[in-house]
Antibody, heavy 121, light 106 residues
Framework: EVQLVESGGGVVQPGESLRLSCEVSGFNFGIYDMGWVRQPPGRGLECVSIISGSGVRTHYADSVKGRFIISRDNSKNMVHLHMENLRVEDTATYYC??????????????WGRGTLVSVSS | DIQMTQSPSTLSAFVGDRVTITCRASQSISSWLAWYQQKPGKAPKLLIYRASNLESGVPSRFSGSGSGTEFTLTIGSLQPDDFATYYCQQYNSYSTFGQGTRVEIK
């Protein structure tokens, strides 16, 4: 079965760090770019970060540049999002998403169920 | 950064209505546009890619059109399962989403 399962969300205080993980199964993970998309409560979607299949190229939204790092372990079928210096405005459900076609443009054909990150003092 | 603007923000319609949602890009994105459907508490689901290509398994009442800066998503005959929020996404330059259009039952 093809699936993406996120973990690592929780409640943290401003300035703290958190690491999200996404475990994938059911497809040839290493040939697909992967992304993290977040959604604040009651609001719209924001593409936070994307990583190439090889892990060599990474891209970030301006809102998280310098604070978030995306990485992947193709031997373990995992993608991670390390988040530092978290802010209240980072509060959101974070979705792991698979780019639709290998080495293709960045639209997402498969999504996980999401993990909730809450930043509050 | 490319900004995506959807209209309307909310749409009220009856089952069986033909519904159109518009998405405008702040600069040309060629046909690099996708549409997603999201229901409460669920992840988004891909409906349309490259402006007009229907994703496998998506009902044919959904269609997309447009290029450049103006795009539309049309639902030919609204069904009870279609009441949801719809997002456009440009992927010409990185990736940005519209703010969403909520389709409600009238």
């Amino acid at each position: 079965e093809v699936q993406l399962v996120e973990s690592g969300g929780g409640v943290v205080q401003p300035g703290e760090s958190l690491r999200l993980s996404c475990e994938v199964s059911g497809f040839n993970f290493g040939i697909y770019d992967m992304g993290w998309v977040r959604q604040p409560p009651g609001r719209g979607l924001e593409c936070v970060s994307i990583i190439s299949g090889s892990g060599v190229r990474t891209h970030y939204a301006d809102s998280v540049k310098g604070r978030f790092i995306i990485s992947r372990d193709n031997s373990k079928n995992m993608v991670h999002l390390h988040m530092e210096n978290l802010r209240v405005e980072d509060t959101a459900t974070y979705y792991c998403a698979k780019v639709r076609i290998p080495a293709g443009k960045w639209y997402f054909g498969l999504w996980g169920r999401g993990t909730l990150v809450s930043v509050s003092s | 950064d490319i900004q995506m603007t959807q209209s309307p923000s909310t749409l009220s319609a009856f089952v069986g209505d033909r519904v159109t949602i518009t998405c405008r890009a702040s600069q040309s994105i060629s046909s690099w546009l996708a549409w997603y459907q999201q229901k409460p508490g669920k992840a988004p689901k891909l409906l349309i890619y490259r402006a007009s290509n229907l994703e496998s398994g998506v009902p044919s009442r959904f269609s997309g059109s447009g290029s450049g800066t103006e795009f539309t998503l049309t639902i030919g005959s609204l069904q009870p399962d279609d009441f949801a929020t719809y997002y456009c996404q440009q992927y010409n330059s990185y990736s940005t989403f519209g703010q969403g259009t909520r389709v409600e039952i009238k």
